[in-house]
């Protein structure tokens, strides 16, 4: 069946440092999207791709990358881990426009 | 900027009650509306997708309404059991595939 997965499921990590959360979609969606989600803020957008060699910067980017060298991939990247960034991050894909999107299980990050 | 709210934060029922979940959004320029639940330490599972220019979808128990016009989405349940306790979320696209969402409200289904 086809599905979205993250790896890691959990991860600790110290300030400063450089990590990594890998997201993977089977379903050969064009569209990619990573969110966090902390109480008292719900859910927010943090980068977005249409398709490969796309990013664009959601609402809450700083300290965050990504790219797309591939349909099935986008990692995102904390290039160097502060403690706000302790969150539960999810990503998601949708086919087209105005698609249902599905979810990932979610990456637990906490920053030491 | 669009802002989803929700309301209410939390409703506890008893099991058999219908019950409705508000969300609110301050701009009517939508492409779609969609209505999820996430239990707890779990993602996030789509229930109903509306379009801009429906008023409203059903799957099985559960029926969404939308009211473009007056930013206003409604999410229906009929006969609630325990098994639907979980957080409701709403999210809106506007426009460029990303959601914007609401901080949801967790539902508390009594047996």
């Known amino acids: 069946d086809a599905e979205i997965t993250q790896s890691p499921r959990h991860k600790i990590t110290e300030t400063g440092r450089q990590v990594t959360l890998a997201c993977h979609q089977t379903?050969?969606?064009?569209?990619m999207f990573w969110y966090r989600q902390d109480l008292g803020h719900g859910l927010r957008l943090i980068h977005y791709?249409?398709?490969?060699?796309?990013?664009n910067k959601g609402e809450v980017s700083d300290g965050y990358s990504v790219s797309r060298s591939n349909t099935e991939d986008l990692p995102l990247t904390l290039e160097s881990a502060a403690s706000s960034q302790t969150s539960v991050y999810f990503c998601?894909?949708?086919?087209?426009?105005?698609?249902?999107?599905?979810f990932g299980p979610g990456t637990r990050l906490l920053v030491l | 900027k669009q802002e989803v709210t929700q309301i209410p934060a939390a409703l506890s029922v008893p099991e058999g009650e219908n019950l409705v979940l508000n969300c609110s959004f301050t701009?009517?320029?939508?492409?779609?509306l969609q209505w999820f639940r996430q239990d707890p330490g779990k993602g996030l599972t789509s229930l109903l997708l509306?379009?801009?220019?429906?008023r409203e979808q059903t799957s099985g128990r559960l029926n969404a309404s939308l009211d473009k016009s007056s930013g206003r989405s409604t999410l229906y349940i009929a006969a609630s059991q325990p098994g639907d306790s979980a957080t409701y979320l709403c999210?809106?696209?506007?426009?460029?595939?990303?959601?914007?969402f609401g901080s949801g409200t967790r539902l508390q289904v009594q047996p």
């Open positions: 509306i379009q801009s220019s429906q």
């Open positions: 999210a809106v696209d506007t426009g460029r595939r990303a959601l914007t």
């Open positions: 379903w050969n969606h064009n569209n």
């Open positions: 791709s249409y398709g490969v060699q796309d990013t």
């Open positions: 998601a894909s949708s086919f087209g426009e105005k698609e249902t999107q599905y």
């Open positions: 701009d009517s320029a939508i492409y779609n």
